[in-house]
């Protein structure tokens, strides 16, 4: 079982590769994807604002940024385990199915190449429309620490422009996107899958899903894929390949509302499905949950690392998210306590 950090696009620096090999981590996830452009911290998804606009249509990531990002996370004795997530300006019409869609499949296909190229082993990714959405920060952890929380906010439609919670066209008309049904979404996720799996097996990159947070059947009018346990199973029946596989996050299976986390490990586990972990605790299930520290929410997490290793997983946990701990590094010094529980968790459990 290995440890690891996920980095934003902004944080992707030699000081906080240290910082993760120093906290005991021996690899990286990195985002590429520009959410917030700029800004130092990414806030809250709640109902009113987005992650901010990209504009990236047609401008891939190269061979040569992420051959130079790998071997920038090794020089500091860690390994890039994985890129996390798409840049919605790369497939936008692939979710939403529009008239651009046959291009951005191509481009996704070309993505996974230049990774297998660079030596970047797996894709996270999020095949939702809605995406992150609608969570609040306040002092919802032990001790008041800042942290996040999805308290059934008021729904109001997706614009036009906009998909996975950015704005990939601000020039967009005005009005909504109307409904997209589980049936059309479904359909949409096959023809991503049937597509770009064969380039991922080629290239030796993993595809790995992550669940829909808030995990609700459906959210701002559009439905969701993953929002039950069982649900994971669907999405890798769809197309059977070990590039097919699964960015388990743990937090949000934890939020959903049938089913549970030790069920799903059990089930995902021995399969050899699981690419990688988000190893986060929450309390409460939708529509109201609370995002808090790794150790006291409605999970055991001791009994969740025993079970991945009872089933040999062998990859990468990540903290996923933390709350922030009152002080000048909140962020970092949140990751630092997720990441020294984890270690130790393993260590007894002699894992690490
Ligand atoms: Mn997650």
């Not at 939403?96 to 990714?125: F, H, N, S, T, W």
């Amino acid at each position: 079982m290995q440890l690891g950090l996920g980095l934003y696009r902004h944080m992707l620096t030699p000081e906080n590769f240290r910082f993760a090999k120093q906290a005991g981590a021996t690899a990286i996830v990195a985002h590429l994807v520009d959410y917030w452009a700029g800004s130092a911290e990414i806030p809250a998804t709640d109902a009113h604002r987005n992650w901010g606009v990209t504009r990236n249509q047609g401008k891939l990531w190269t061979v040569e940024e992420l051959t130079d990002l790998r071997r920038a996370v090794e020089a500091e004795g860690l390994r890039l385990a994985a890129i996390e997530n798409l840049d919605p300006s790369h497939w936008h019409d692939v979710l939403l199915d529009g008239p651009l869609k046959q291009q951005q499949v191509a481009d996704v296909r070309e993505i996974v190449r230049r990774m297998g190229r660079a030596g970047v082993p797996c894709l996270g990714y999020n095949f939702s429309i809605a995406g992150v959405w609608g969570h609040s920060r306040g002092p919802w952890a032990r001790g008041g620490a800042e942290s996040v929380a999805f308290e059934n906010p008021e729904q109001r439609p997706l614009r036009r422009g906009e998909v996975w919670n950015m704005t990939y066209d601000p020039e967009a008309a005005e009005g909504s996107i109307g409904e997209v049904t589980s049936e059309q979404l479904w359909s949409r996720l096959r023809d991503f899958l049937e597509a770009v799996v064969p380039a991922a097996e080629e290239a030796g990159v993993r595809l790995a899903a992550h669940p829909d947070d808030p995990p609700l059947p459906t959210l701002r009018s559009t439905a969701r894929l993953v929002y039950q346990p069982r649900l994971y199973q669907r999405l890798l029946d769809l197309v059977p390949s070990p590039s097919n596989a699964l960015e388990f996050c743990q937090g949000t299976i934890a939020e959903m509302s049938e089913g549970s986390v030790y069920e799903a490990i059990e089930q995902y586990a021995p399969q050899g499905k699981i690419a990688y972990v988000h190893f986060r605790n929450v309390r409460g299930k939708v529509p109201r949950y609370h995002e808090v520290f790794v150790d006291e929410g409605d999970v055991d997490m001791v009994e969740c690392l025993r079970l991945y290793a009872k089933h040999g997983f062998d990859g990468v946990m990540i903290p996923d998210h933390t709350p922030h701990l009152t002080c000048d590094a909140g962020w970092h010094a949140g990751m630092a306590y997720a990441l020294g529980f984890m270690r130790g968790a393993m260590r007894a459990l002699g894992l690490a």
